[in-house]
């Protein structure tokens, strides 16, 4: 499974989610998070109908499983992620 998040490259929330991002991802050990800067890659922007940032996608085994647009806590993140964790508790926050 992968993380992706989309963000403007002066955006300090979304440099906060993208620390939380990889937290997660360390905790979890097999998710690969992968930051955009929609800035300097507008393209990616086009490729994923990106309309408000931040933007997190979700792929598993390639296909989109979940998107969020908007802040997010570490909280949210775990209770999301989840279900890809064996149901399992990531991170308390």
Request: aromatic share 6%.
């Amino acid at each position: 499974m992968s993380l992706q998040i989309i963000y403007y490259k002066n955006s300090n929330m979304s440099n906060t989610m993208s620390a939380t991002l990889q937290e997660v991802a360390s905790r979890m050990g097999y998710v690969s998070v992968t930051t955009i800067n929609i800035d300097e890659n507008p393209s990616a922007s086009r490729t994923h109908n990106i309309t408000s940032v931040p933007t997190l996608i979700i792929l598993k085994d390639g296909m989109i499983v979940h998107r969020h647009e908007g802040s997010f806590s570490k909280a949210f993140l775990s209770e999301m992620l989840q279900p890809f964790n064996g149901n399992k508790q990531i991170i308390k926050g």
